[in-house]
């Protein structure tokens, strides 16, 4: 083990040498408190012997301030005096001492409160070695945890919708807890938003919330396979999921607070089932104002047996929605005071022309400072959708029909770099042309392939469009299709090595366009959709 002596007589720091160094120990010796101090910054050691009256800083002191360094604990610390009332042990044992020894100095004594010390550096040793190992352990798990929890519990925003943008964000009090969000994409112009909160903290928590999200997404199968209705209506599906849950949430003395919105894109409504959660805030771009909606019901696992009311609201572009738990609103200033609901609507609407991601950084801002703290006792989760007021124009259009049959690729590839060329208002280099067009065969072999299962018969209609704003010209390809549904695997599935029918098409179809969508349309038919928004490539 390794000893520090700080002892100022020369005698008695020789005689700890000689008899610590034969039993094993690498000895470190000092004569005062001051040079003992920055060795122990420097070094670890098992066993500290300490002198009581050093010159300076005493021994007392010293090992108060050993103590107070962190891991302190892990020192055994013997203290040498000449000092025998019962105050003066008192206070050797106060300053936090494991054990004294009374000088003058008696050889046999020594030897035993050397040997009592050596087997308590042991014990000590081992405890925090298995205190390490758990707190390693835990740590571990926590983060598996937190992965899993981000896995389960937050899901994807819509990205490729062109009238919205959505921005998510939430940060746990604990590495683990129970806010969850989630979005259910129905077509092209309809979405489900679905903000949660959870009583309690910690794992338990987080497994509730992951259940409700698996529950709602049973329910909006069921009722989908039950009624053939796509969507299902936003009150059935919280109703079914309250039957479901209910007694069990009940059972475990715990509810849950919950907003279920959807977005109608066409018709530019949001329908919304309340269900105990907080306010969502809406600015209205027309009355250069905002609104705070609520709903009627209470949380889930409350009242058995609740018939759940909806409502709709109508927006218009430039409008903004912000969703989020009550920890926002719940974070607290050093006085006691909360952020408050007043003081986060009138900052979310004096943001209205921020984007999603800028917005939501700026309200956590605004909370840490309010707080002034980097830490809060409740979570911190919340959405923002922000209608987009831009208008679209179709500059120009084109279609091909075509059958399923792999030697019409060439027909399609003639077809893309034809439009492609006369792309109105904005050039697109012969290199760029070239890849769309690649891009554009692979997503007609895959639904050869794929959706008609290589038969050569099934329809293919592929529409084309020069599509224009304000903002951005971009080029879109939609193959439409009868065949059965599919999603390639993600490209950083793919294996460059192989040949580019075994993936590497996909690998340049994700890198050459800008937006990559499968999804079904409002006549039922398959759509692969591919967007090009630049003039050269991202390769």
């Not at 994409?185 to 999200?213: E, Q, S």
């Not at 987009?388 to 770099?417: P, Q, W």
Request: glycine share 6%; hydrophobic share 40%; with cysteine.
């Amino acid at each position: 083990m390794k000893v520090l002596v700080v002892e100022d007589d020369i005698t008695t720091r020789s005689l700890f040498k000689m008899i610590l160094r034969p039993r094993g120990h690498d000895v470190t010796a000092c004569e005062d408190a001051e040079s003992a101090w920055e060795i122990c910054q420097q070094e670890d050691f098992q066993i500290i012997i300490l002198d009581w009256m050093l010159t300076g800083l005493d021994g007392l002191g010293l090992c108060r301030r050993i103590r107070a360094m962190p891991n302190g604990e892990r020192f055994v610390i013997l203290i040498c005096t000449a000092r025998d009332a019962q105050d003066d042990i008192r206070q050797v044992i106060d300053a936090g001492a494991d054990d004294y020894l009374a000088k003058p100095i008696e050889i046999s004594l020594l030897k035993i409160r050397l040997a009592l010390a050596e087997r308590n550096a042991v014990l000590k040793n081992a405890k925090l070695s298995a205190e390490r190992a758990l707190a390693e352990a835990r740590a571990h798990e926590l983060e598996i945890g937190s992965r899993i929890q981000k896995n389960l519990l937050f899901g994807s925003p819509p990205q490729d919708m062109r009238d919205i943008e959505v921005a998510t964000y939430s940060h746990p009090s604990q590495a683990i807890d129970g806010d969850f969000y989630d979005f259910f994409r129905h077509n092209d112009r309809c979405f489900d938003l679905v903000i949660g909160d959870v009583m309690g903290k910690g794992v338990p928590a987080a497994l509730l919330g992951a259940a409700t999200k698996n529950y709602l997404i049973r329910a909006v199968g069921r009722l989908i396979s039950e009624s053939g209705i796509s969507p299902p209506k936003t009150n059935d599906i919280l109703d079914r999921v309250q039957t479901d849950m209910a007694d069990r949430l009940m059972e475990l003395d715990s509810f849950v607070t919950l907003c279920y919105a959807r977005f109608d894109l066409q018709e530019r409504t949001i329908n919304l089932v309340d269900c105990g959660h907080t306010k969502t805030i809406h600015y209205c771009a027309s009355k250069e104002t905002f609104e705070t909606l609520r709903g009627e019901n209470v949380p889930l696992g409350v009242l058995a047996g609740q018939v759940h009311k909806d409502f709709t609201v109508h927006y218009e572009p430039g409008d903004l929605f912000f969703f989020y738990s009550d920890g926002l609103t719940e974070a607290c200033n050093p006085e006691g005071d909360f952020f408050g609901e007043e003081r986060l609507a009138k900052l979310v609407s004096s943001l209205h022309n921020t984007n999603g991601k800028s917005l939501i950084e700026t309200v956590v801002n605004a909370i840490k400072a309010f707080s002034q703290s980097e830490s809060f006792n409740d979570d911190l989760t919340c959405a923002v959708v922000r209608i987009l007021d831009i208008v679209d124009e179709c500059v120009k259009k084109d279609t091909l029909k075509v059958s399923s049959d792999l030697k019409n690729l060439s027909m399609i590839r003639f077809f893309i770099r034809d439009f492609c060329e006369k792309f109105p208002g904005v050039s697109i280099d012969a290199d760029s042309v070239a890849l769309i067009e690649l891009a554009a065969n692979e997503a007609a072999s895959n639904i050869t392939r794929h959706a008609y299962k290589g038969r050569k018969d099934g329809p293919i209609t592929v529409d084309a469009r020069a599509i224009a704003n304000r903002l951005e010209s971009r080029l879109e390809i939609r193959f439409i299709h009868e065949g059965l549904p599919f999603v390639p695997p993600p490209p950083e599935d793919i294996q460059l090595h192989e040949p580019r029918d075994g993936g590497m098409g996909l690998y340049i179809l994700s890198e050459v366009m800008d937006e990559v969508s499968y999804f079904s349309d409002d006549d039922g038919n398959q759509c692969v959709r591919l967007v090009h928004k630049r003039d050269t490539p991202k390769l």
